[in-house]
């Protein structure tokens, strides 16, 4: 009968670590998935404010916005702030990963690395990058301002994406798709779900090319315009990633792709995290 006892308690300890060990390395894992994307490192837009962006975004712009989904502005940063800015990138070294994995190369061939003010990097000499970086996050501002209908409650990321397409002799693009992701739950599963958290709460994409002002070698970024019946015949807008150009278009909505281009190709990319608006019919 001891001995009975003792081999269950044994068994009991020896299940109770067991359980133990999986819960808490599933807690990490999830909690890993959680807190590796930029959600909690954001700002409320009233604190993005930057005084330059209402220079370039005016009312009009933002009904644009909603009436198409997207908008685009020309000619917003000067030759030499768009020199500026690429002679930062290349100040910087090795930023890109070369090699970066996580792309899938079937889907997106460019280098792509996460910038924000605060890194390192920028102690000296980066004044014009940092002044895109400052021009995006202070869209928002203006979001809310000029009550954006679509979407509100702005969190912003504190960090912008720098990609850069190669001219190597291949031509790189990346596929259709839509930046906010609308997989449920069940789908994805719940690590890809917790993974792709803030991904799911993308709403605005901004978009800044810092090519030159005289660019013509493709890597138009091509955005889809929903279709209101299946019969309608698909259109949609090719926008040429002129060094100066900011696109604004609705993450939800604009499915694009990138097309290939015969130079390298630079963009700057802040995704805007915020809840949509109820739709109030009339
Ligand atoms: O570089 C571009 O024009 C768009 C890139 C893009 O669609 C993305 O990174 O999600
Ligand atoms: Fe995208």
Not at 92 to 98: E, H, Q, T, V
Not at 129 to 141: D, F, M, S
Request: proline share 3%; aromatic share 8%; with cysteine.
């Amino acid at each position: 009968m001891n001995s009975f006892v003792s081999k269950f308690a044994r068994r009991l300890s020896f299940d109770s670590v067991m359980g133990g060990t999986v819960a808490t390395i599933g807690t990490v894992v999830l909690m890993e998935a959680y807190f590796r994307t930029d959600l909690g490192d954001a700002e409320t837009s009233k604190a993005c404010r930057y005084p330059p962006t209402s220079t370039i975004l005016t009312k009009d712009h933002i009904r644009e916005l909603e009436r198409n989904n997207m908008v685009v502005i020309h000619n917003v940063l000067t030759p030499t702030m768009l020199q500026g800015a690429r002679n930062s990138i290349q100040k910087m070294g090795k930023i890109f990963d070369s090699d970066n994995h996580s792309n899938d190369e079937d889907v997106r061939r460019d280098a792509t690395c996460v910038i924000r003010e605060s890194d390192a990097k920028f102690q000296h000499g980066h004044d014009s990058l940092i002044h895109c970086i400052k021009l995006l996050r202070g869209v928002p501002y203006l979001l809310d301002r000029f009550q954006y209908n679509v979407s509100s409650s702005f969190n912003v990321p504190k960090q912008c994406q720098l990609s850069r397409y190669i001219s190597d002799g291949q031509l790189y693009g990346y596929k259709r798709h839509l930046d906010r992701c609308t997989e449920s739950l069940s789908e994805m599963g719940l690590l890809g779900w917790l993974r792709a958290s803030d991904y799911r709460h993308r709403s605005v994409t901004c978009i800044l090319y810092l090519n030159s002002p005289d660019w013509n070698s493709g890597g138009n970024l091509r955005c889809y315009r929903g279709k209101e019946t299946v019969e309608e015949r698909e259109t949609f807008t090719d926008v040429n990633p002129t060094g100066g150009t900011l696109i604004i278009f609705d993450s939800e909505k604009v499915e694009h792709e990138v097309l290939p281009s015969t130079k390298d190709r630079y963009a700057l990319t802040l995704w805007i995290n915020g809840e949509r608006k109820e739709v109030i019919d009339t």
